[in-house]
């Protein structure tokens, strides 16, 4: 009997919502796509002083790299 009331069950479940499923997926993916940028922007906001120091810090040695400037823990050159 058991049985039975579970097939029925399935079967109902089928008949009302099995041309949505494919929509019930696709809304699922949206929840999850938007909570992962959610918590990538929490993190960046949390972080977001140490990586712009870094971000300057790079910025400043390809700036001096491309100015030509020697930087002061560069080993001297013989010669």
């Known amino acids: ?3 039975s ?3 029925k069950i399935v079967k109902m479940r089928k008949t ?3 041309k949505y499923e494919r929509g019930v997926a696709m809304l699922e993916y949206a ?3 938007s909570l992962l940028s959610v918590a990538a922007m929490s993190a960046v906001s949390f ?3 140490e990586t ?3 971000f300057f810090e790079a910025g400043d040695t390809i ?3 491309v100015a030509g400037k020697d930087f002061p823990d560069d ?3 013989p010669g």
């Open 1 to 3: 009997m058991r049985n």
């Open 31 to 33: 929840l999850l796509a």
């Open 52 to 54: 712009q120091a870094t």
């Open 16 to 18: 009302l919502f099995g």
């Open 47 to 49: 972080l977001g002083s």
């Open 63 to 65: 700036h001096d790299a």
């Open 75 to 77: 080993p001297p050159v």
């Open 5 to 7: 009331a579970r097939t």
